[in-house]
């Protein structure tokens, strides 16, 4: 299937507000509805869009994030795959993904307080003792969303940035209610408003205020579509960054990498790792050009530095382990 400039327009508007009715979307790109139904459905089923999901700002209700990245040793294809899909099936992981590099997975994880930390890493360790060789870990404190960037290639088209704390001693409660609304948006963010109502026992009204109000206040940061940007043609890769810089120089390296167009997310974090980014590039020439464009610039303040290549996203939600529904007894 090769996309047309109406596809990728449907991704970019998409991009903005994953929630977007299909009647809005259909006058954005200028098709019926009709048209526009039937070609958003073809990009679901070839897996252009994995799935749709929301953007949870959890440090607001308690939750701070951590990064890992794994390194394995004396496996097997079964053995890591036994690895991966324990860490998937972990309700505090809310993203994993298969690397190459210096390590072979990275994930995050969330937990409220050190001892929940202690706990999610004693797991991995007690479990897979005999197959991780390291873990390096790192904590998040904020993040930047680059949204709509490489998904289409126009220049009157333009990027927008979500950025929010991940590390915070916020605790906003939440009800019953509105955890499971949380549950089936991030599972389907473009789910009816009748029929999340329908399985949380609640009116339409009350659902339609709650997103309302649950985005007003931050807390979904945005309605996301999940890309598959193998088949939009692209190649992944994190780079890691360690810094010797001051707070300036750090927020103007920040600055600079939201704007690049081939960046997608930037992370700053504490551990031995200051920076992490993600690039979306074309071919491996490219990559290594954006690579020796951001040291011709910031050569002084990078101390080091590590390029990972991304091979499948198996996870990502950010939905909070409070957010899930019990299990039945």
């Avoid at 329908?198 to 996301?224: C, E, H, N, P, W």
């Amino acid at each position: 299937m090769l996309l047309d400039i109406k596809d990728r327009k449907i991704l970019h508007e998409l991009g903005d507000n994953a929630r977007i009715s299909c009647s809005a979307l259909a006058k954005k790109i200028r098709l019926s509805r009709e048209v526009t139904k039937y070609r958003l459905k073809r990009l679901t089923d070839e897996k252009y869009i994995k799935w749709f999901t929301i953007v949870i700002d959890t440090a607001r209700i308690g939750y701070n994030t951590y990064q890992f990245y794994i390194q394995l040793e004396k496996t097997t294809e079964k053995k890591e795959e036994e690895i991966i899909d324990f860490l998937r099936e972990d309700k505090r992981v809310n993203y994993l993904c298969v690397i190459s590099g210096n390590w072979d997975i990275m994930c995050e994880c969330y937990a409220r307080n050190p001892q929940e930390l202690f706990e999610f890493m004693s797991s991995i360790r007690s479990k897979f003792s005999s197959n991780i060789k390291k873990i390096d870990s790192t904590t998040i404190i904020k993040e930047c969303i680059c949204i709509n960037k490489n998904v289409i290639i126009e220049e009157k088209m333009k990027y927008s940035h979500i950025e929010h704390n991940r590390f915070m001693n916020n605790n906003m409660e939440l009800d019953a209610k509105e955890k499971a609304i949380l549950f089936h948006l991030s599972n389907n963010c473009r789910m009816m408003y009748v029929d999340i109502a329908d399985r949380i026992g609640a009116s339409v009204d009350y659902v339609k205020y709650k997103i309302m109000q649950m985005t007003d206040d931050g807390l979904i940061a945005s309605f996301k579509p999940i890309y598959d940007f193998t088949k939009l043609g692209f190649q992944q890769y994190i780079i890691l960054y360690q810094l010797e810089a001051s707070y300036e120089e750090t927020m103007r390296l920040i600055s600079y990498l939201k704007i690049r167009p081939n960046i997608v997310y930037v992370m700053q974090s504490i551990g031995k790792w200051d920076l992490s980014i993600v690039i979306n590039v074309r071919n491996p020439d490219e990559f290594r050009k954006v690579l020796i464009e951001i040291r011709n610039d910031f050569t002084n303040i990078i101390k080091e530095e590590t390029s990972l290549l991304m091979h499948e996203e198996l996870k990502n939600n950010y939905l909070p382990p409070s957010c899930y529904p019990a299990a039945p007894k």
